[in-house]
């Protein structure tokens, strides 16, 4: 019974053995729990829900009057502005932060460390109370020679405004995580290939743009994809600043006005996901577009052919002479 | 080989006799390792020289000290009468600042044991990226030259494919007209088919032999003898961080004259 795949169904027995059994079905294996306890599932939320719309506590009316409330959408908004542009300064900072860190200057690197001991070290909150508080330490920011009169002198509090406090407040402390996310990229992009780029002539700073950042995007990319939906809701802290004009805060003043803090939290809620959701989105398709020549994506034709189906090569420089020599020399090791 | 010209010789004697790639008294360790011994040879013009000899015995650490991937711990390097990476200061010679060493490498191609492709690019864009980005050839120009170096090294049909959907034996081939795109005037082959499989091994070999026969300047740290033999103007053994042996390749392979040679070669013939 070992070969007879090649023959055709009830042909001629093999000498000697049992007859040719016609090719076998294959049965999967069910799982009817799985079926059991995904209604299960659905019968309790089911319940929930139902449960839910009749809860007065919920306030159903008042979260449809409020959830596309002007008020609302431009809180969201700013949420959104706060998250993206502290997030792109985050990057850029972490990227030269993790880039200081592999520094072979030992200068560059104590101060990438120094940063990223004191950023990582301090909780976000704590952060933005102490920026909030940048006008009262700091008055004014002056240019000039420390110790003679400043050329310069603005007071703090004209320079900056609670949205750009926050946005520094955040984008300070998220770099230093974002020095994390991108050194380990840096790390994971194979060794050979800055020494190929060194040895093509490429100067450090192209190695760098052109060869590993590339690859170690890849590698960058989920976890900073996770980094900015976490930067999206730690924005509900700059209430510390106090900027209050963003997602949460301005949810909380209207509960305020109504007395009902439940409904407006469903609304930022839904706010929050939605934007959240949009975000994740991008991520799909940032990390479609860094996965270019590596590996196979199962949601993706790959376009590979066989090795096999590649003609050999054929140059059309003189005819070798005797490759039989070189075949043996490759042979005798 | 061992008779050294002084550099003011190579002044008098033009461009055409300057050995290609010159070694005085090199050494090299890591820490208290020390991996090359006053290692001193010459490579002419268009020669091509293998180096061969047991893993560790400092092949691969000489090849990559040529284009200064290594630095060395004394003696001079130098390739077409430049030292690679340092400036001479009579009896010391001073390093450079990286960004004038990579102007020098942009001479010298080097071929990897593991290809070292960039993998994000495609084939025609590995060949085109050195060009474009360190010498500003315009894009269409490297474009076109690209496609003429991968139809060279057996591969037009294959330009856009990435490496990750390459033979290993078609990857080296792109490696090579990677290297070739900067018009190196001398080229490292640091093993260059050892990561490949037996029956690819071939075509990677035609295509060295083919670069031979134009008159290319190579040194191949290789382990096929076979193509030693029969590409090869000199063959150098080293084991230890010093060279053994020295000589015409069918000569050392047939009758090697150290103990040393023949007790290698006897393992691997």
Redesign the interface.
Known sequence: MTDNSSQAVGTTPPPGGSPVRPPAKVVKLRHPWRTVFAIVLLLIVALFVIDAAQRTAYDWPAVGKYLFDRRISEAAVFTLLLTVISMVIAIILGVVLAVMRQSENPVVKSVAWVYLWIFRGTPVYVQLVFWGLIAIIYQSIDLGIPFTDPWVSIPTTTALNAFWIAVIGLSLNEAAYMAEIVRAGLLSV?P??N??????????G?TMR??VL??AMRVIIPPTGNEVISMLKTTSLVSAVPFTLELYSRSRDISVEIFNPIPLLIVASLWYLAVTSVLMVGQYFLEKR?A????VRPDRP????P?AA??????D??A?A??G????????? | MTDHETSADHAANGADTTPMVLAEAVSKSFGSNEVLKDISLEVRRGEVLCLVGPSGSGKSTFLRCINHLERVSSGRLSVDGQLVGYRDGGDKIYEMHPKDAAKQRRDIGMVFQRFNLFPHMTALENVMEAPVQVKGVPRAQAKARAHELLARVGLADRSDYYPAHLSGGQQQRVAIARALAMDPKLMLFDEPTSALDPELVGEVLDVMKNLAASGMTMIVVTHEMGFAREVADTLVFMDGGVVVETGDPREVLANPQRERTKAFLSKVL
């Open positions: 194979d050979g290939q020494e190929a780029a060194t040895a093509l002539g490429m100067s450090w192209k052109r060869v590339p690859q860094y270019r020549g590596v590996g790959t376009g590979t052919v090795t590649v003609p050999a090569v054929d140059l420089l003189e070798e005797d490759p020599s070189m075949r043996h020399g490759g042979d005798a090791r």
